[in-house]
């Protein structure tokens, strides 16, 4: 498709064409009055229609290029009062699950870890301790469940090693571990989970492998070369027995959302931003790498509240707390360095190109710290 000056520079070459042809009796002559046309009307013909065609093109392009912009998905923080023993409303009690069905869930977990004969204590819909949400908390003989208030869904269940007779010989070697993890995951992931899983940490709870009566895994979802934290399973267990001693799950799905902002750009729009919060400061270095992140509201407290947040404010327990949406997506994280040391890492939306949230230090930095952890057997 022509761009809209090529059209017009068309148009004004074919009007210099025919004024100069008018002069040439041979083309006047065969042309126009052989077939009987007004030259002039012609022209102006010529010039309606391509100036029709032009704004159909243009109009076309710009209902492209409308089409084409993404949505924007940033909201302004939603701000509440932290209080873990603040009651339940009863508008929020309605939205979750009831009791008996929360006792289902619960005793659908139990059999899944191989506790199917324990039984249910005590039940109590309650608010998550570090969250808005709410959750059911169910004791049992054995262990402690915690499930999503609204879905049921697992989050937790831990149950404490005096629950289990741990045999003498409960040393194993850390490919032992290794394929005993796989095994488990397999067994205790939702059973409509055909995803892969990648595990990205194997540790253990004391120096040697030999003295070690607990090994955790923590799996994370794949998507391709990327990595989803927010989809993780983290298992515990006493070897040999295989006996579960805690399952953690989250359940923050990916959006994957298309990659429209290049490195450059993203970039660009993060170094804008710290210039902004930190105009004193110099930058020495930037570095930006895409990966899956989830939307929070990090940047809006440090640009908005910059005294509080220097100063750690708002991680104090008990204080006014913000919370966005909880969006998982691919976005480009830029870790901006000044001098001394400090780092800040943007989470610049790969689609929309907004910054969804940030961490104050560098995401690239804790991934090395795990990777070359010598106690992280996961390789």
Not at 150 to 174: A, D, F, H, M
Not at 183 to 189: C, R, S, T
């Amino acid at each position: 498709m022509k761009a809209n000056g090529e059209y017009l520079e068309e148009i004004y070459e074919k009007h210099k064409e025919v004024a100069t042809a008018k002069e040439k009796d041979e083309f006047y002559q065969v042309t126009f009055r052989k077939n009987k046309i007004n030259p002039l009307k012609m022209v102006a013909t010529f010039i309606l229609t391509i100036g029709v065609t032009v704004g159909i093109a243009y109009a076309a392009n710009v209902n492209i290029r409308n089409s084409n912009e993404e949505k924007k998905i940033w909201k302004e923080p939603k701000v509440y009062e932290f209080n873990h023993e603040a009651p339940i409303s009863e508008e929020e009690a309605k939205k979750c699950i009831s009791e008996e069905e929360a006792k289902e869930f619960a005793e659908k977990a139990l059999k899944k870890i191989g506790l199917e004969e324990d039984s249910i204590l005590n039940i109590q819909l309650e608010k998550a301790f570090f969250s808005n949400e709410n959750e059911w908390n169910i004791a049992t003989n054995k262990a402690t469940i915690l499930l999503e208030g609204e879905t049921g869904e697992l989050k937790s269940v831990q149950v404490p090693t005096w629950n289990y007779r741990i045999p003498y010989n409960y040393g194993i070697t850390r490919e032992e571990a290794r394929k005993v993890a796989h095994e488990l995951l397999a067994k205790l992931k939702p059973e409509d989970d055909k995803d892969e899983y990648e595990l990205v940490k194997l540790t253990r709870n004391m120096e040697t492998d030999e003295g070690s009566y607990i090994w955790y895994a923590q799996f994370q979802k794949k998507y391709g070369e990327l990595i989803n934290p927010y989809e993780e399973i983290y298992i515990g267990w006493v070897p040999t027995i295989n006996g579960i001693y805690s399952f953690n799950i989250k359940k923050q799905k990916y959006e994957k959302n298309p990659e429209r902002i290049g490195k450059e750009k993203a970039i660009e729009i993060a170094k804008r931003k710290e210039q902004q919060i930190e105009p004193d400061k110099t930058i020495q270095k930037i570095e930006a790498e895409i990966r899956i992140k989830q939307m929070n509201e990090d940047v809006y407290l440090r640009e908005k509240y910059k005294e509080q947040y220097d100063n750690h404010e708002f991680l104090k327990y008990g204080t006014t707390q913000y919370e966005t949406e909880k969006r998982v997506r691919k976005v480009w994280c830029v870790v901006i360095e000044h001098d001394k040391n400090e780092k800040y890492t943007y989470f610049v939306d790969c689609t929309t190109g907004e910054i969804i949230g940030g961490n104050r230090w560098s995401d690239f930095d804790n991934e090395k710290i795990i990777k070359e952890d010598p106690y992280n057997f996961a390789q």
